[in-house]
């Protein structure tokens, strides 16, 4: 059973600098919410279609091990009016997660979207077990993201 949300922010930059904010080694570890650690354990760091990033990510006691595959990558380019990419997890804590980032120009800046498709582990079980709970982390995540994103890049 998998759920799906989406996010969505107006950035007052270019594609090019949310291209390249986003994509960045930098941004991983700025854009994860504290308590969350998060550290890079893999080599390939490029956002290139096929790339593998492999994660250590410590939330409370227990490090996880995160790896995403990387796809459907559309990068920023003068012209472009839109760019982005795919993260899915291969090795994570959840039964299924796919997140896309898109980037998109518009009168003043750019749409920062987010859409996050997740299952969690044990299906109806987990999800009662600790669905809402997952929700509300994904939820937060996303939030501050957008908001470290918005602080960072955003023009007065």
């Known amino acids: 059973m998998s759920q799906s949300i989406q996010f969505e922010s ?4 270019s594609l090019q600098e949310i291209w390249d904010f986003h994509t ?4 991983l570890v700025v ?9 890079i354990i893999g080599q390939n760091l490029e956002v290139r279609d096929g ?8 939330k409370g006691p227990i ?26 997890a ?7 997660w796919r997140h896309q980032h898109e980037f998109v120009v518009v009168e003043g800046g750019v749409l920062l979207l987010d859409w ?9 079980l ?8 997952v929700e509300k982390d994904i939820i937060s995540m996303f939030e501050f993201r957008h908001f470290v994103t918005t602080e960072a890049l955003s023009k007065a």
């Open 10 to 13: 107006f950035i007052a930059c």
């Open 24 to 27: 960045s080694v930098e941004a």
């Open 31 to 39: 854009l994860t919410p504290p308590p969350t650690q998060i550290k």
């Open 51 to 58: 790339a593998l990033h492999e994660l250590s990510i410590k």
């Open 63 to 88: 490090p996880l091990v995160w790896n995403a595959r990387i796809s459907e990558v559309s990068p920023a380019t003068s012209s472009a009016a839109r760019a982005g990419f795919v993260d899915t």
């Open 90 to 96: 291969e090795k994570s804590p959840f039964h299924y």
């Open 116 to 124: 996050v498709q997740y299952a969690l582990p044990m299906g109806k």
């Open 126 to 133: 987990g999800n009662l077990v600790a669905g809402k709970f």
